[in-house]
Every structure is written in structure tokens, then in C-alpha cells.
DNA sequence: GCAAAAGTGTTGGGCCTACACCCATGC
DNA sequence: GCATGGGTGTAGGCCCAACACTTTTGC
């Protein structure tokens, strides 16, 4: 055990379906220790990379995914976090939009890779369902007040996968009609003239588009997404 | 230049008076580089020792404070953030009450700690004037929608104490009737039966004190604090 | 025709905003 | 008595919460 303390980084990113809800990616650890157990994707820095550069690096490598929104969570520093050797770590918290999110699916069981239902998480290598934890509140109270679950959705969607998204999210169910107006309120979403797919019976669907500059120039002149 | 990563804690410390406005806890680097530059209070951590650990240690050590509000802020990992070897700093946000505030305006100018204003900071030591922006938004952002404003003030503050810190935080005026309304309506704050020693002319003024209590037994419920 | 999902308006009440004068003290 | 800072109430409007039926499709 050497008196160095290392640097690493780790990525809890959400991903979200209709059908699944919100789910989490994990990595099957190929080493010790905790070899085999699942992880969430990260790794140490280089010497000669920053922090947002490493993770992006980890997860590609790892995961062979790009991820849309990606930001700092918190660093977990406990003495005894890593069994090795002093090992501190910068969380970052990403959320994956549901096309990429698919395409994972696609690609078998035997993947490292694999998403799991945030409910139904396997027992997870070092203080890893800590990191979670905090990440997954982040998720709950960010979206309250910012239109980040767009992130979570396709470019286009059906409004009710919005409403959906926000009901598994907040903790008392919202008010379909309420909510509408209220995100509809802001101008930040776009009504398009197209329809979803039909999968199965009920009305088709008209799709929307989240309109991000909007967004930002509402934010410039000091207004701001809120729901709950 | 080895080819270790070095870890460090810096912590922004906040204290406030209803004369000098919001200030910001400075130390002067005894040793290079930045020698004789003013610095944010911080060093490297020790193999075994918590973050959190690690900030108040440098802390008492470097300024002879305890802080009675210190959250982890930020990580800042930039490549070339410092001039010798790669560091990577765990940067907290800290607040102060005025009691303790006024104790280290007591210690001279010959100290090596000393209070700036916010808007009159001299030159800073590495990235350290990044920190302190990151550090400053979420002060004023986090005062809207958490009591921590009380942090900066006395156990006992006269109500138009809390106003002048908003009043200085927000960026619209507020209104001072609405604004004792809104925190009132809370219950968070107990009126005692004292009243504030006179500095001057003026109608004395009762105190006001901060039940932290009852404040977590509504977060519980559900009930958020909110002024803006 | 019935099951499934999408779409849509109104009302009452509570809360927030706007606004200005009196009170107690020092000098 | 005047300057200084502390303390206080109301009315109008806006926004939010509560609430249920109709439309379009698949089968």
C-alpha cells in the first residue's frame, strides 16, 4: 500500500423508457478488487487530462456510449472507500436520451455493459450505491428546476412520455392538465405536426420538441423552468 | 515534476456585517509559488484523513476558525491549475457567523488571515478567483431556497439585519414588509423579548432568533423554505 | 362497441405584489 | 423637534389547484 492517494472518476447516468422507467448504467468489473461485481463506469485520470475530459474518456471506453448532458455531482473521499489503496473520487451524474438508450439495449446480455431498473439495482463494488444515492436525488430535484428530463427523452416525443417521466420522478402524481400548461407555458416546447408510432389501441400522439436556445434565452432575461 | 496527482482541500468562508457587506476569509501564501499572494485558506490532504476532516484541519490551522456551516462545493482539476505538478482541489463553500466574524477583525492586520470585501478582492493564487465565483453564485442562489442566511448572522439578529443581507444577495430589492411576512409565515423564527443595544439614534430594535428545529422538522413534512 | 390512450377549460381561493405612514429613540 | 431606523396592514390581481368528459384509434 503506497502513501499515494489516487484520483478517480465515476459516472451514474440515467436513462429512461416508458415501458422500464429510469434505469442506471452498470459495468461488470473485470478485475479485483470486486472483481465481477457491477460498477458504475469510471476509472483513474491521466496525468494529463481534466476531470471532464477522464470521464468522458471512461465511458466511451467502457461503454461505447456519448452521453448528452454530463456534470459534476460530488467527490467522495472515505479513508477506507477503496480496499487497494487510498483512492478518492469525482462522481459525475449524466442522464442519456432514449435513442442512445436503446441502442445499448440492443446489443445483448453479454455486453459489459447493462442497464439496470433503478429499483431492482444488484449489490455494487466500494461505496458505490452511496454515489447513486446522491445522484438519483440530484436527478429528483434537479428536474424540478430545470428542464433537464428532456435529456432523458428523444428529440421528439409524445407529451405523455413527459408526463410519464415527471410521475416517476416527483413523489405525489401530477395533474395532466395542470402540468401541460404549465411546461407549455414557458414557450420552450414545440408542438410538431407529426404523430408517433400507434403501438397498440388509443389515439395517436402528436409529437413535441424541446426547444433548448428558447430555453436559454428565458434564463438571460432571469426567468426559470419550475414544476412540482 | 513528478508523476503523482496531488489532492487539496480550499474552502471559501463567507462572514457578513450589516456595515462592510459581505466578505471573504483571505490567507497570504507564506511559501512559493504565489508567494505573498492572498489565497483561499487550504492545503493538501493527508493519506489518512476525510475530506471533510482535511478542510477543518486547515482551517483552524491556517485561520484559527471553526466554520459553522461548511459544504463541499466543487472540484476543480484542471491540467495547469497549479505551476508545479498536477493538484486537484475539493473546494468547500463555508458562512460564518458575525460573532466569530468580528473576533477575527479583533486580530490585527499583521495576521496572516484577513477578510476582504466581496466586490475589493486583491489579486489571487492560482484559480482561486474562479473558485470564489463558483463559490458566490451558490451563496446567492442558495439563500433562496435554504436558511442559510442565518449562518452569517448571530444567534440574535434584529430583523432588519436579515434584510440588508438579502437586500445585498438578491438582485432585485425586496420589499421589506413582504419579505418579514414571508419569513415569518414559516415559523422557523422566534421573537424574543430583547432588544438590540442602540448604536445611534432610532427606535430599538427587537431580536430574532433562528429555530433550526423547527426548520427540519418542515423539511420532513415536505415544507420548503422560499423567499425571493 | 368497447377498451385504451390523448386531448382539453373553468372556477374559487390563496398567495403574492404593490404601496406609505406612524413609532421610539438619540441628540 | 428633527433625524434615524423600526415597525406595521390592506386590497387587487394573478396564478395555482382541483376537477371529468370527449376524441380518436385498434381490435
Redesign the pocket.
Known sequence: MSDEIRISVDAVVFGYSKIRGINLLLIKRKYSPFKDRWALPGGFIKQNENLDQAIERELKEETGLSINYLEQLYTFGEVERDPRTRVITVAYFGLINSETYKELYASTDASEAQWFNINELPELAFDHDKIIKVAFKRLRTKVQYEPIGFELLGKKF???DLEELYNSLLESPI????F???VMSYGIIEELNEFAE?K???????LFKFNKSIYEQLQKKGIYFEV?
Not at 175 to 178: A, E, L, Q, T
Not at 200 to 206: D, F, I, M, Q
Open positions: 409524445p407529451f405523455s395533474d395532466r392538465r395542470n401541460k400548461k404549465k400507434q397498440g389501441a388509443g389515439r395517436p400522439a402528436k412540482n
